[in-house]
DNA sequence: TAGATTGTTAATCGATTAACAATC
DNA sequence: TAGATTGTTAATCGATTAACAATC
């Protein structure tokens, strides 16, 4: 009964979430999926398949109740239970992630921040006092941590991804620029490369003052 | 005869430049379609096509030579230039970005950080001294900043974008988990969603569980 | 009821993959 | 030369959009 979901949808549906999110908090009572295809540059056409892939949400003539969407949402992207975390690398970025509160909800908790500098380790970052990385599989492994962020430099990256991937941990949530290898039954690994974002910015500046300078 | 480039496009020239820098810098000469592919994740087709919209950079037989290439990368993704950005909200992510320096490079360069918080303007972070919100789009006009990267609250990213979008910047790199409102003749806008890749991530896990519980 | 809007099937569009002649 | 690999056209695949009967 449930249908593929591609990886374009995958990456709708948190924008599903949050725009319901905040449409419930105004007291919205419902939406339709052209009203909501609007707010996220969609179709209706598209926001009724999506939706339609996990079952029927709405009622015809009315649109979708949002606080019941909402709460489906909730329960498809795992939301409502909390998601244990570690944060490996403590750097400018491991240090902000740390720090982390999730829009003011509690789904994600960071448990721990993990380095390898002497100078570092035992330091306080946001309440957290950053641990040596030697004791990072246990940690994993003993406090059944979900979700590591690896915010490493990328020449060691794929080491402690390796690393990582001993331990029990889900997922891997990488920031540094370099493709990580997957691991036949691995953790899941997404990644985020701001640099990559950066690029394709510049990409399109240039590209724009070709054909139209300012 | 520059054909159109489509968003899966650009998204893959960042993957292909930092993949080519690597293998420059560890003095391979020539790269196949096939071999390229491999280390990507891409099929050798998709990256003949990709090269192609671009101009025809390899040689039948030998593969595509890689610091020609990787040249030739620079030049379409406009690194050969320094940008200039601005760090508009001087928070947990706004300070760590605020340090980015470009893989040991010099095309992004951060030239000022701005808040709108007394207790925070004037400190220093990173070598750089906190300015008054208030100063920024006079700051943006007078140093030719081309980025200004959004680190604010969700509530007031809008606002803030809005005001931004007076000045002369060219582009906006969100980090607030909100969709901006795009403007006529507005900057680029790109946006990363840390939020999001974490709820797909949990979707994924939680998905997961229900075919194959570990 | 009449108007609105869904769920779902069919049509379209675009991106990816395959194929292969050209050629280094 | 023979083998390898490109550039490019054609085929396939999948995602998006359109259409419309069902129905609230």
Not at 22 to 38: C, I, N, P, Q
Not at 39 to 58: E, H, K, P
């Amino acid at each position: 009964m449930v249908k593929r979901v591609s990886d374009a949808v995958k990456r709708r549906l948190p924008r599903y979430y949050r725009r319901l999110l905040s449409l419930d908090e105004a007291g919205t009572e419902s939406v339709s999926s052209k009203e909501l295809g609007a707010l996220l540059g969609l179709t209706a056409s598209q926001v009724r398949q999506d939706f339609n892939l996990f079952g029927g949400f709405g009622h015809q003539g009315y649109g979708y109740p949002v606080n019941k969407l909402r709460e489906a949402l909730e329960e498809i992207l795992g939301l409502k239970r909390a998601w244990k975390m570690v944060v490996v690398g403590a750097g400018n970025i491991g240090r902000a992630l740390a720090g982390y509160g999730y829009l003011g909800g509690d789904a994600f908790r960071v448990e721990a921040l993990f380095d390898v500098d002497p100078a570092v380790i035992g330091t306080q970052v946001h309440g957290l006092t950053v641990k040596s990385a030697d004791e990072m599989v246990s940690f994993i492994n003993e406090n059944n941590i979900d979700i590591a962020i690896l915010t490493v430099p990328q020449e060691v990256a794929n080491k402690v991804a390796h690393l990582i991937s001993s331990s029990a941990v889900g997922a891997i949530l990488n920031f540094a620029p370099v493709k990580l290898d997957a691991q036949e039954n691995g953790p899941i690994i997404e990644s985020i490369h701001i640099i990559d974002t950066l690029m394709s910015l510049t990409y399109q500046l240039s590209a724009k003052n070709i054909t139209k300078p300012r």
